[in-house]
């Protein structure tokens, strides 16, 4: 029998997935999980219930790792938001995708297998991704069949197939954010239950007492936070679990999949909205005027080309290296203060400031301010010619 590879997360899709791919396809299943920190219990779930299914040979990938230093990193650099959303899910894709393909390889599988919808985001952004680096053919079982929800939970139930413990919701969590949609959600005007947040506390819950956090970063990714010193991944849980604490990160959009449709989406991403930020306002005291005007534009590209699932796109290479290039200055310290659901940068320093205390101060007798006056008098000529003309007409 040939062998197809599919990306196993225990959930409903995926689930059904290996029961279809043995059964409508006439394939020898191999699951794998990827694990970019999702719930641990999550992970192991998927291991159980593979084998349970009955799967030839189920695998778990630790890529939390390099999920942080070559994926969330390089978003945090370009401060990658997208409508509003700090793509967490989307940036998870490539790397899952690019894992499964590795498996595929080793195992001489014929095929490569998802449970996406026909609907959503993350079937471009597997598929991209698994074309870019293999010839192998893709099977998507619940596109094909063009299954609905219900649909699938009737075929799970008829194959026996155990079914994680049912939120309403359609769920996505990884190290940079959790995303949570569907159900009551699907209507814009029906607010996000307080028990479906599961990384924010409500505003009216968080400390009352504020708290103050230094930041560290060197060449513009976070390095220490209040002086100590945290590798990629504890730096990325710790940000969460402090801001979520204080109620930093609840985001509620309307968002524009990439076929087009507008989804309704809340997302959980303190610790991404906490560094991108500080980052930013690292950036603010570093970058020329310029500089500033076209990270903006850069940031904008970045962030399109992650949503729609286009990470192996040169343009992405391209800027990059731009990227790196600029952040090689993006050094120092972000002072923050939250505060029930409020993030405000109180303070930053940087040996590669451009800003002239001296220079700008009210008290600085050292500049004659009178020198100004012969550029001031042709500022805004063109204005001036302008406004003339027409009052002569
Ligand atoms: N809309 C987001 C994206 O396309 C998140 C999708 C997350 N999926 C989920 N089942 N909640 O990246």
């Known amino acids: 029998?040939?062998?197809?590879?599919?990306?196993?997360?225990s959930g409903l899709d995926t689930s059904v997935c290996i029961k279809l791919l043995q059964e409508k396809y006439n394939l020898e299943v191999i699951t794998a999980c990827v694990d970019v920190g999702q719930p641990e219990n999550e992970v192991e779930r998927s291991a159980t219930v593979a084998h349970e299914i009955g799967v030839s040979k189920h695998y778990t990938v630790d890529a939390k790792q390099e999920f942080a230093e070559n994926?969330?990193?390089k978003a945090i650099k370009a401060n990658a938001?997208?409508?509003?959303?700090?793509?967490?899910?989307?940036l998870a894709r490539p790397l899952i995708a690019m894992k499964i393909v590795e498996i595929a390889q080793n195992e001489g599988a014929v095929a490569i297998s998802h449970g996406c919808t026909g609907k959503g985001n993350d079937q471009f952004r597997f598929e991209s991704t698994i074309r870019s680096?293999?010839?192998?053919?893709?099977?998507?079982?619940?596109?094909?069949?063009?299954l609905t929800r219900s649909e699938e939970i009737e075929y799970?139930?008829?194959?026996?197939?155990?079914?994680?413990?049912?939120?309403?919701?359609?769920?996505?969590?990884?190290?940079?954010?959790?995303?949570?949609?569907g159900d009551i959600l699907e209507d814009p005007m029906v607010?996000?239950?307080?028990e479906a947040f599961n990384w924010t506390k409500s505003s009216t819950d968080a400390p009352d007492e504020p708290l103050k956090l230094e930041i560290e970063f060197k060449e513009g990714v976070p390095v220490a936070l209040d002086g100590k010193k945290l590798d990629p991944v504890e730096m990325i849980k710790e940000c969460n679990r402090i801001a979520g604490s204080h109620g930093i990160g609840r985001i509620d959009i309307m968002e524009d999949r990439i076929i087009g449709l507008k989804s309704r989406e809340n997302y959980e991403t303190p610790g991404a909205v906490l560094i991108i930020t500080a980052h930013k306002a690292l950036e603010q005291i570093v970058f020329t005027r310029d500089e500033l005007k076209f990270t903006a534009n850069v940031s904008q590209t970045y962030s399109e080309l992650i949503y729609n699932g286009l990470w192996h796109e040169p343009l992405?290479?391209?800027?990059?290296?731009?990227?790196?290039?600029?952040?090689?200055?993006?050094?120092?310290?972000?002072?923050?203060?939250?505060?029930?659901?409020?993030?405000?940068?109180?303070?930053?320093?940087?040996?590669f400031?451009?800003?002239?205390?001296?220079?700008?101060?009210?008290?600085?007798?050292?500049?004659?301010?009178?020198?100004?006056?012969?550029?001031?008098?042709?500022?805004?000529?063109?204005?001036?010619?302008?406004?003339?003309?027409?009052?002569?007409?």
């Open 1 to 9: 029998m040939e062998k197809v590879v599919l990306a196993f997360s």
């Open 133 to 146: 680096s293999s010839d192998n053919q893709i099977i998507a079982p619940v596109r094909d069949l063009n």
């Open 316 to 351: 992405r290479e391209d800027l990059d290296c731009l990227i790196d290039h600029m952040q090689k200055r993006v050094f120092g310290i972000v002072r923050v203060r939250l505060h029930k659901g409020n993030l405000r940068i109180i303070g930053r320093k940087s040996p």
């Open 156 to 181: 799970a139930k008829k194959h026996n197939i155990p079914l994680p413990v049912f939120s309403n919701y359609s769920i996505d969590e990884n190290l940079w954010g959790r995303s949570i949609e």
């Open 353 to 393: 400031s451009l800003y002239q205390e001296q220079a700008v101060s009210f008290e600085d007798k050292e500049t004659d301010q009178r020198e100004i006056v012969g550029m001031i008098k042709n500022y805004g000529i063109q204005a001036a010619c302008y406004q003339n003309i027409c009052k002569k007409e």
């Open 71 to 73: 994926f969330i990193f």
């Open 81 to 90: 938001v997208y409508e509003g959303y700090p793509l967490s899910t989307a």
């Open 191 to 194: 607010e996000m239950p307080e």
